[in-house]
């Protein structure tokens, strides 16, 4: 996934730049290099995407779980 699709994927789950780094359980700064093309995702994060986008289509209920959690702060960055 290249920045811009991270980006339209942040933006269609709805999460501020805040949220995504917490949903994904990273730094923020780590995730806005990300988003910005200043910096690659090592295969481990591009993994997780992989299966949490997975995890959006085959499970929208755990999906909405996990968004929500990352709306409120329930997940540790």
Known sequence: MNN???KNWRESIELNKTQMARY???PLNT???????D?????APRRLVSVL???EMLCPE???ILI???????INA
């Open 62 to 64: 755990v999906h909405d």
């Open 24 to 26: 994904l359980g990273v």
């Open 31 to 37: 995730y806005l290099q990300w988003e910005r093309g």
């Open 68 to 74: 929500n959690q990352a709306r409120h702060g329930d």
């Open 4 to 6: 811009e699709q991270l």
């Open 39 to 43: 910096r690659d995702m090592k295969s």
């Open 53 to 55: 986008s997975q995890v």
